[in-house]
């Protein structure tokens, strides 16, 4: 096992060195074109130089700034999170109230929108002088249209209600 060794760590160096060349914008790309690179990675990969060359000389490396690091492990270091419980948590406590502040005054309106609404039923049921259980004025004139007897619901003036015509 320990013969295999070298020839894994050849090839790990290799798939490597390829991912971040193929990965590397091509504004770090130092010295050739990235097209170049990748096949000098491919062609001189087993005897390492295509390797070593894009690690040493092919890419830039220096801190980006305002990144906080130029490789994920820095980064990670500078930018450290502290996880909080959602009940602990400021901000989200204050969502929470702006999004209750919203809903009370959603609810508002809609309360609003339902005793006007209801007002103006009243209003309409008192100018046509009937009630709501349909005991007087509900019907019309003719006695037509009224409440029927079996559930309240109302009837239809339909051609099936409506007698023949005699001539």
């Known amino acids: 096992m320990l013969r295999y ?3 894994l760590l050849v090839l790990a160096l290799w798939i490597y060195a390829f991912i971040d060349c193929l990965n590397t914008p091509e504004s770090q790309v130092r010295g050739l074109p990235k097209v170049v690179w990748v096949l000098i990675i491919l062609l001189f990969g087993e005897v390492l ?3 070593i060359a ?3 000389a092919g890419k830039e490396r220096h801190r980006v700034a305002g990144g906080g690091g130029s490789t994920p492990s820095e980064w990670h270091r500078n930018h450290s999170t502290r996880w909080v419980a959602p009940d602990d948590n400021p901000e989200f406590l204050r969502s929470l109230r702006e999004e209750n502040t919203k809903d009370e005054a ?3 309106d809609w309360e609003a929108d339902l005793r006007r609404r209801e007002e103006e039923l009243r209003r309409k049921e008192a100018g046509t002088g009937g009630s709501r259980d349909g005991a007087s004025g509900a019907d019309g004139a003719d006695g037509t249209g009224g409440a029927d007897g079996a559930g309240g619901r109302a009837r239809r003036n339909g051609p099936e209600d409506t007698p023949p015509a005699t001539s």
């Open 106 to 108: 959603l609810l508002k």
């Open 49 to 51: 130089i295509g390797p």
């Open 5 to 7: 060794l070298p020839f």
């Open 54 to 56: 894009w690690l040493v």
